[in-house]
């Protein structure tokens, strides 16, 4: 039996360094590390991934494999479901690092299976729905810079010049989206706490900044 770290690296403020510690840190320790860089999680399925259909390979009845959180596999709904259960079903217990969650096919009664199912769907679901208003706020922020660019033929004051990047924006929806503190989100980006708490409360304003000092 064997124990597995599967991280997926989507963005340049993430690092399976980060993720590593992270896990360490909540006292796993692993056979084998296996990492996805800039692949995206919605678009690519785990199967599809070079390093995810290696995992699939790899993985035997008995292992362990253990993610940051549920969207590290993806975010996408179904191909998340997919993917645990089929790990499931092979006799695999997936964990996620923050909150401790445990998945596994040992459920006997169907009650049991049920509920377990239903937060394998939540957090799943949960997954897509933060990518999809990322890609909202960005194109809303976009869309509102041009449009205020147009109005002023070039000649609107911008701004001061935005201390954050694109990535940024999407890596503190997220990790707000999961309950995460802003000081955990500062530490984790780099970014000031200030900073964190503009971004986290207006993020199309936020990509508004960027459009306007592209």
């Known amino acids: 039996m064997a124990t597995f770290l599967y991280a997926r690296v989507s963005t340049t403020e993430q690092t399976l360094d980060h993720q590593r510690t992270q896990a360490e840190a909540a006292g796993f320790t692993f056979d084998h590390v296996i990492a996805d860089h800039g692949v995206s999680g919605v678009a690519v399925k785990m199967k599809d991934r070079p390093e995810g259909k290696r995992l699939f390979d790899m993985l035997r009845s008995g292992d362990t494999l253990v993610v940051r959180w549920i969207d590290r596999l993806g975010r996408n709904y179904e191909d998340v479901t997919d993917t645990i259960r089929d790990f499931m079903r092979r006799g695999v217990t997936v964990r996620t690092v923050i909150n401790g969650m445990v998945f596994d096919g040992q459920a006997t009664d169907p009650m049991s299976a049920a509920v377990r199912d239903a937060l394998i769907g939540f957090m799943a679901a949960m997954g897509q729905s933060q990518a999809e208003a990322t890609k909202e706020a960005q194109r809303a ?5 041009k449009a205020k660019q147009g109005e002023d033929a070039g000649t609107a004051y911008k701004g001061r010049k935005p201390s954050y990047t694109a990535e ?5 929806a997220d990790m707000a989206g999961k309950g995460m503190g802003v000081a955990e989100i500062a530490r984790t980006t780099g970014l000031s706490r200030q900073t964190v708490y503009r971004i986290k409360d207006d993020p199309a304003a936020a990509q508004a900044a960027l459009a306007a000092w592209a």
């Not at 922020?141 to 810079?145: N, P, Q």
């Open 141 to 145: 922020g976009i869309a509102a810079a």
């Open 168 to 172: 940024n924006v999407a890596t503190v």
